[in-house]
Nanobody, 127 residues
């Protein structure tokens, strides 16, 4: 079964930077559609941070535009989130998401796909 494994979280001071990674592994992968990052602060709902298509088209939440950059390595089934100028309000658990993962070509043709979430990585922005 395919899993998404995030890494790169931690404690950083305001104004600092972190780079998150999310790699898909653990099972056969024929293709992955869009991938993205979401975050959930304590006591709040999970919100979109950024998404990226296989072709590299990106969408960002207004709160992170100009500070965060999402990128993707299709060959490695991996996405990244470069976070700069971090603010205390960026503190949250960051989750990687792949809403459509096709394990084989047959699954792709027959629209059988997995919806996969990572386990989350904590980002804390504090002095």
């Amino acid at each position: 079964q395919v899993q998404l494994v995030e890494s790169g979280g931690g404690l950083v001071q305001p104004g600092g930077s972190l780079r998150l990674s999310c790699a898909a592994s653990g099972g056969p992968i024929y293709s992955i559609n869009d991938m993205g990052w979401y975050r959930q602060a304590p006591g709040k709902q999970r919100d979109l941070v950024a998404t990226i298509t296989t072709g590299g088209r990106t969408v960002y939440a207004d709160s992170v535009k100009g500070r965060f950059t999402i990128s993707r390595d299709n060959a490695k089934n991996t996405i990244y989130l470069q976070m700069n100028s971090l603010k205390p309000e960026d503190t949250a658990v960051y989750y990687c998401n792949a809403p459509k993962v096709w394990a084989t070509y047959a699954d792709y043709v027959n629209e059988r796909y997995l919806r996969v979430w990572g386990q989350g990585t904590l980002v804390t922005v504090s002095s």
